[in-house]
T-cell receptor
Framework: SQQGEEDPQALSIQEGENATMNCSYKTSINNLQWYRQNSGRGLVHLILIRSNEREKHSGRLRVTLDTSKKSSSLLITASRAADTASYFCATTYYGNNRLAFGKGNQVVVIP | GAGVSQSPRYKVAKRGQDVALRCDPISGHVSLFWYQQALGQGPEFLTYFQNEAQLDKSGLPSDRFFAERPEGSVSTLKIQRTQQEDSAVYLC???????????FGEGSRLTVL
């Protein structure tokens, strides 16, 4: 079963706008990661945030983590057409090797 | 190679046939994972190897699914007597350590007719 749940499921925005996605999880985590998947391709790691971190930046990406609400958000600033993809959050739990993925957000950036 | 390599990229099987999917992880990566991804869904964990040891196979959906990594490098996922519900993309990923960033292959798309 999926541990993370992203919201919203699908997002369509104009190039240059910001895109925000949210993810919730159920139990205490070790870390939370975000991945991107282009249609028909494998997943590409974007960013990892540890349970003791609250915010992390990487280029145009900003990730926040609120462990009290068991949620995370991914912000893509100044979106580009090449950002069109599905975005997944994934979590690992203490004492567990597996990375559990959410259902994903489909983002379409219109040029 | 520079990345995780999976073969075949596409496989069509008749119901009841056996299939074998291969994964070549990044050289030196200790951990190897198999995931199953249905259309429009997130990847679902199948199994995990650390070197040649299969440490977690709790995600394998039935005893028709079998995975091995005999020399701690290349891994094979075997599905016996395929069923239509086995149709999915099978993703392989490797990493240097756990629980860290996973490097994914392009996947093997299995269609069972």
């Amino acid at each position: 079963s999926q541990q993370g749940e992203e919201d919203p499921q699908a997002l369509s925005i104009q190039e240059g706008e910001n895109a925000t996605m949210n993810c919730s999880y159920k139990t205490s985590i070790n870390n939370l990661q975000w991945y991107r998947q282009n249609s028909g391709r494998g997943l590409v790691h974007l960013i990892l945030i540890r349970s003791n971190e609250r915010e992390k930046h990487s280029g145009r990406l900003r990730v926040t983590l609120d462990t009290s609400k068991k949620s995370s958000s991914l912000l893509i600033t100044a979106s580009r057409a090449a950002d069109t993809a599905s975005y997944f959050c994934a979590t690992t739990y203490y004492g567990n090797n597996r990375l559990a993925f959410g259902k994903g957000n489909q983002v379409v950036v219109i040029p | 190679g520079a990345g995780v390599s999976q073969s075949p990229r596409y496989k069509v099987a008749k119901r009841g046939q056996d299939v074998a999917l291969r994964c070549d992880p990044i050289s030196g990566h200790v951990s190897l994972f198999w995931y199953q991804q249905a259309l429009g869904q997130g990847p679902e964990f199948l199994t995990y190897f650390q070197n040649e040891a299969q440490l977690d196979k709790s995600g394998l959906p039935s005893d028709r699914f079998f995975a091995e990594r005999p020399e701690g490098s290349v891994s094979t996922l075997k599905i016996q007597r395929t069923q239509q519900e086995d149709s999915a993309v099978y993703l392989c990923a490797s990493s240097t350590r756990r629980p860290g960033e996973l490097f994914f292959g392009e996947g093997s798309r299995l269609t069972v007719l």
